[in-house]
């Protein structure tokens, strides 16, 4: 039923813009299903439709066995109660079935105008990575996913080999295109790739996005909204997942701090591969788990290593490697830790903490390596009271060091929560500090 409330949502917006009173019966008979279904291949498949029963594979159905199916569907929803054979999100006739859902025991008054709402609806389905769809209730968002509809239908038009019935897919990439704002001048939107194995390989297809790569360009362009989504997944089962919240100014946080810090020009250049690395720590639906997506759902997967302790230790950054991926995704990493403490001055702090570190060892006899042992037990810690502990040894030893001792301040007052973020920041920029040290002495 959520895909009625969508769709009527849309009809309403677009009525609007066109200056139009289409009833939800009148979109669909005149707008949606030439669109959609009135040709060889169709843009959307609903499972036990009239549209899809009776098609035989490679043979798809004649003009006038189309408009034969649209009547019948016709006829289906003047009579009712509807199915989910005819009302896309509406129980099945069998209630116990996999394929049943949000069922109740309210009296609703629906009519025909909510069955071809939710055709609409479904229509406006945005696929993610994972086989789940967000219904977004946000009309100029539903406004510019339909804006893609006509160059989905062009392709399958053209392009012999291109799989139909892949909306929700097509969707999602169009979104994050439409969206996105850091395309380079003269790039073509071309989300198709060959399928390479399994019951369609040689053919064409339209992949499914990673849900990043959306509320990314979202963000860019909502800064300060935080967007509902309904969460779904319509097969072979059903699954609800429900009703998330987005909090784009959180989502859009790594990357603004990764242009103020290190230039739009390189986030330009690099854009593909950073917001290839965001998300990767979480699946979609353990991170709509959280209840609301922010910036921790935002967690880059290769990061863990550097923030956990393994073995008694944490993983110290390598900026030895020259390659061009290991110093963007190192740079992704710290924008995403410094979007987590949600404070641009403990960059400075950080970076202020790894030079007297770099000097601590400096300020050590040749002879001696203590100083080596005691600035590797600061820098392996993740947690509040080892790292006071491990960092005291060194006050003691340079009671003159002041940004040693603020630094102690800092952590001790610092949220425990917070606490291993800002020291795995700290490893970071120790690291690459040390890494140009060296470079320069040669």
């Known amino acids: 039923m959520m895909a009625s409330i969508i769709g009527k ?19 669909f008979v005149k707008e949606f299903y030439p669109l959609f279904l009135d040709h060889p291949k169709y843009m959307q498949w609903v499972t036990n439709s009239p549209f899809v029963q009776g098609i035989r594979k490679g043979r798809p159905p004649t003009p006038q066995e189309r408009n034969e199916k649209l ?25 116990m079935a996999t394929t049943s859902g949000q069922l109740t025991d309210l009296n609703l008054r629906l009519n025909e105008d909510d069955y071809y709402a939710s055709w609409i609806g479904a229509g406006l389905g945005v696929g993610v990575q994972g086989g789940y769809s967000i219904y ?33 897919s097509w969707n999602g990439q169009w979104l994050a295109y439409t969206y996105r704002g850091d395309s380079l001048e003269g790039e073509l939107f071309d989300p198709l790739e ?22 990314i360009g979202l963000a860019r362009t909502y800064p300060k909204q935080i967007l509902n989504g309904y969460v779904f997944s319509l097969g072979q089962t059903n699954v609800t997942v429900g009703f998330i919240l987005f909090n784009l100014p959180e ?30 720590a979480f699946g979609f639906v353990p991170a709509c788990q959280m209840g609301v997506i922010g910036v921790r759902a935002m967690q880059p997967k290769d990061l863990r290593p550097y923030m956990i302790v393994q073995r008694g ?28 403490l949600d404070n641009k001055q403990l960059w400075d702090k950080a970076g202020e903490a790894a030079e007297s570190l770099i000097q601590y060892r400096l300020d050590q006899k040749r002879v001696r390596t203590d100083r080596d042992n005691d600035v590797k037990k600061v820098l392996e810690v993740t947690q509040q009271k080892s790292f006071i502990d491990a960092l005291t040894v ?6 003159k060091n002041s940004t040693l001792v603020e630094l102690g301040k800092i952590v001790h007052d610092m949220p425990k929560d917070n606490v ?18 060296k470079t320069s002495s040669k």
């Not at 949502?9 to 009173?21: H, S």
């Not at 369609?200 to 509320?215: A, D, H, L, S």
């Not at 060194?394 to 009671?399: G, R, Y």
């Open 9 to 27: 949502i849309f009809l309403k917006e677009y009525n609007k813009r066109k200056n139009t009173m289409y009833s939800a019966k009148d979109f």
């Open 71 to 95: 009547k019948r569907l016709i006829e289906k929803l003047t009579v009712g109660p509807p199915d989910a054979s005819v009302a896309i999100g509406y129980p099945s006739m069998d209630e």
């Open 136 to 168: 977004f209730d946000n009309p100029e968002i539903l406004w510019r996913i339909h804006e893609g509809w006509t160059d989905y239908r062009n392709r399958l038009n053209q392009i012999d080999q291109l799989r139909g019935n892949q909306i929700e």
């Open 194 to 215: 060959k399928v390479q194995s399994g019951q369609y390989r040689g053919m064409i297809e339209v992949p499914t996005v990673k849900w990043t790569e959306i509320f």
């Open 251 to 280: 989502i859009q946080k790594p990357i603004q701090f990764y242009i103020e810090l290190f230039g739009k020009s390189d986030y330009l250049r690099n854009a593909r591969l950073i917001r290839s690395l965001y998300g990767k």
């Open 313 to 340: 230790k944490s993983k110290i950054p390598d900026y030895s490697k020259e390659d061009t991926r290991t110093r963007i995704s190192f740079k992704t990493y710290q924008t995403w830790l410094l979007a987590m």
């Open 394 to 399: 060194l006050v003691e030893k340079e009671d």
């Open 420 to 437: 291993p973020y800002f020291l795995t920041l700290i490893r970071f920029r120790y690291a690459e500090k040390l890494s140009q040290m």
